[in-house]
């Protein structure tokens, strides 16, 4: 008799426009130190005070969350419905692979500075440190599928995003989370 296999269940998080900022940047755009206003399920990152406004010459955006600690490089990270109010084109890409990507003006309470490459929109992601990663069969950057069981249930694919600081959970932009009619804390089954 075959053994029936075992369904994998996974929480989502809904993640809203956010950016990531260097300590230079951030330097010309605040005044104060990066404040942690609460911590985030990915293990040593956080939710800072400190908000800024997305500006282009199409629209603007006001209280956009900066999530800390600070990094190597610049990203703005918007949905498609951002995107429209801004009058851009981001591409959907990973973390990090910003080349080519939109130009953003980003306002703090010091000062603005206009970004290149900065802008995208986040690929859909299932974060997992490497032992979650073993114990499921998964690789970085492997796909999945993303099995919603609702009212307007579907499919979605998303990428394995395996890191030290990797917290077991997957990650949507509201555009997203918004057509599928799912809310941070609810589950859906990932298959290999």
Do not use: W
Request: aromatic share 6%; net charge negative.
């Amino acid at each position: 008799m075959e053994k029936k296999k075992e369904k994998i269940i996974g929480k989502v998080a809904v993640s809203n426009r956010h950016l990531h900022l260097t300590k230079e940047v951030y330097d010309e755009l605040f005044d104060e130190p990066l404040s942690i206003k609460r911590p985030l399920n990915q293990i040593g990152e956080f939710a800072s005070f400190q908000t800024v406004t997305l500006k282009t010459e199409k629209g603007e955006i006001p209280n956009v969350r900066l999530i800390g600690p600070l990094r190597k490089y610049n990203q703005v990270e918007i949905s498609r419905s951002d995107a429209y109010v801004l009058g851009l084109n981001p591409p959907v890409r990973q973390s990090g692979d910003l080349e080519d990507s939109e130009a953003i003006t980003i306002v703090g309470s010091k000062g603005e500075v206009t970004l290149k490459d900065a802008c995208i929109q986040a690929e859909r992601h299932v974060h997992m440190n490497q032992a979650k990663a073993d114990e499921l069969g998964l690789k970085h950057e492997d796909m999945v599928k993303l099995i919603v069981d609702n009212d307007k249930g579907g499919i979605m694919e998303a990428f394995v995003k395996v890191s030290s600081n990797g917290y077991f959970e997957i990650h949507l932009d509201k555009d997203d989370a918004n057509c599928f009619l799912l809310k941070t804390g609810d589950e859906v089954e990932i298959e290999k």
